[in-house]
């Protein structure tokens, strides 16, 4: 019976396990290899509670910036500080580490439904399906899963929920985190959309400076700040705030092209 222990989901952990040993060490090379994952604040991670933890983050690939974060996190809890060297540490998995992804992007194929089977919470969008604009109601199961996932562990969420930079962050999120009451961890990532596809499956471009920046949990009155305060608090907190947009001169575009040659390794 040991052997086929499920986790509140149905997955067999030990099947779960063994997928993201193979997957781990498939795509170790994309972040320490044919590009350099550049790692800060990742002694946060160790101190962390096992359970009711949500990490948000800003979103540029579908499937590389999850990959990236079990890679992060599985080497932080084995001792590593700001480091993935030696693949090593996948071997015994986080196995209680879940991620929110759009339901149709999970049943889009084999590949997709294996990446599901490893921790997907996969829910229905309610502003956008199969390419088109809509506006449907929140499907309760959808929030059911994933306080049945706090519960039994971490969570990643894009609370923008695309790729695209700089949208306005879903207030789907800040309910989450007034009922919930998990810590909330910000990430913030940079260079995935010019190293990988849009997937995040295909490696578009080496030897670019993938950044990765782990801060420290946000402080949050979840009795008293309202769902707009805490959306404004998540958008300055994973950099995606109107207000990091502004207009460059041709002068700034120029030097900061110049620097992102330099950055390349």
Do not use: C
């Not at 989901?9 to 170790?28: A, D, N």
């Not at 080497?75 to 998995?93: C, E, F, Q, T």
């Not at 986080?94 to 490893?118: Q, R």
């Not at 009451?181 to 080496?206: E, H, M, N, W, Y």
Request: glycine share 6%; aromatic share 12%.
């Amino acid at each position: 019976m040991g052997l086929f222990k499920r986790n509140p989901f149905g997955h067999i952990l030990i099947l779960k396990k063994w997928l993201i040993r193979l997957f781990g060490v498939i795509s170790h090379r994309r972040f320490r290899g044919f590009n350099e994952l550049q790692i800060v604040g990742s002694e946060i991670i160790k101190d962390l509670p096992d359970t009711n933890v949500l990490f948000i983050s800003n979103h540029q690939t579908y499937f590389a910036d999850v990959v990236s974060m079990f890679h992060v996190f599985n080497a932080s809890l084995s001792g590593r500080v700001d480091s993935i060297k030696n693949v090593g540490y996948i071997w015994n998995p986080k196995l209680n580490m879940y991620y929110v992804a759009a339901k149709e992007t999970m049943k889009a194929g084999l590949l997709p439904k294996i990446f599901a089977y490893m921790g997907s919470i996969s829910i229905e969008r309610t502003w956008r399906s199969e390419g088109q604009d809509i506006n449907r109601q929140v499907k309760m199961s959808d929030i059911s899963s994933i306080a049945k996932a706090l519960d039994d562990g971490w969570v990643i969420t894009f609370p923008q929920g695309t790729t695209t930079p700089f949208k306005p962050v879903r207030k789907g999120t800040a309910h989450i985190i007034k009922r919930y009451k998990p810590v909330v961890v910000p990430i913030v990532i940079d260079g995935f959309r010019r190293s990988f596809d849009k997937k995040g499956l295909r490696i578009k471009k080496k030897n670019i400076m993938q950044t990765f920046e782990i801060k420290a949990p946000l402080e949050i009155d979840y009795e008293n700040e309202s769902f707009d305060d805490i959306v404004t608090k998540i958008e300055y907190a994973i950099e995606q705030h109107p207000s990091f947009l502004k207009v460059l001169s041709k002068k700034a575009i120029k030097e900061q092209e110049e620097l992102d040659k330099l950055r390349k390794w």
